[in-house]
């Protein structure tokens, strides 16, 4: 159950970084984070959460609220 949400979650990220023309290297700098763990985030390939403070970093950095990072997420699978 969760699983589709960290992947819808991390598909949105995509979604804004992309539209932002940011690399997965630049965004991860940014945020103070490894690009190989946004990668994880982005790809929903992680097991443990995400921290509410990552991921409030990650939308600063593009510019987007959380609840358009979330919108959405909540729905039926």
Do not use: W
């Amino acid at each position: 159950m969760f699983a589709v949400r960290y992947k819808k979650i991390g598909a949105k990220i995509v979604y804004y970084r992309k539209i932002r023309n940011l690399t997965q290297e630049e965004l991860a700098e940014k945020v103070g984070i490894t690009p190989q763990y946004l990668s994880r985030i982005e790809n929903g390939g992680y097991s443990k959460n995400v921290s509410l403070s990552t991921l409030m970093k990650i939308a600063g950095v593009l510019d987007v609220t959380m609840s358009q990072l979330m919108e959405g997420v909540e729905s039926e699978e």
